[in-house]
């Protein structure tokens, strides 16, 4: 298959940025998104040019590095898929594939495709944790939980904080992300001793690191590859209104 690509390329968040347009020819139907820009770096380097920079760890849908906007949607045209997922039989041969950085304030790019999403570490440090007794291990069923509460908590903890949920949204919101870690904490058990303090702090350091408000169009959950509910943003609210009635009484 033959690709013309079309890749942002930036040497850091104080350069102007542009896109550049490489050809590639010979790529396998069943390479990997990733590893197609692996071949175009190959030769790139070969030439004595920059390679492409962009983030990537496990290749395997779990960490969420793979961030990039694919012909104008986070991770390319699947569902439910990260871009070390996304294979190239998912696009036609001589097809023009435009490739971003995710595009946010609060998600400043470091190089070319590669951007600083060290916001989200900060919004989980302010209060995306749990107090826990250290010593002996318990038993796995010490503290029963509903397997209906259980599973809804599992649910809201498969985000891989990739950040799609900003790159999609209009107003580079990370309420989503935010919701899921506090939906993951407040379900549990384990999560009750900081429920009170949670969705104040993380939410105020959501807001501290400049993500937008909430648009309520859904876009967030679409491109989603874990497919996060919009649902945790509606227990978000509550957890926080609950927090500020009773900070105040």
Known sequence: MKFKLKIWRQKNNQDKGAFNTYELDGVSSDMSFLEMIDVLNEQLIDKDQDPVHFDHDCREGICGMCSMYINGQPHGPLKNVTTCQLHMRSFHDGETITIEPWRAK???IVK????DRSAFDRVIQAGGYVSVNTGGTPD???IPIPKSV???????ATCIGCGACVAACKNASA???VS???????MLPQGQVERAD???KMVAQMDAEGFGACTNTGACSAECPKGIDLSNI???NREYLGARVGSQK
């Open 106 to 108: 609060a998600f400043p």
């Open 112 to 115: 070319d495709l590669a951007v």
């Open 140 to 142: 796995a069923n010490e």
């Open 150 to 156: 259980a599973d809804e908590a599992f649910d809201s």
């Open 175 to 177: 309420m989503l992300f």
């Open 180 to 186: 899921a870690k506090i939906s993951q904490l407040s």
């Open 198 to 200: 949670r969705a104040q």
């Open 234 to 236: 509606a227990r978000m």
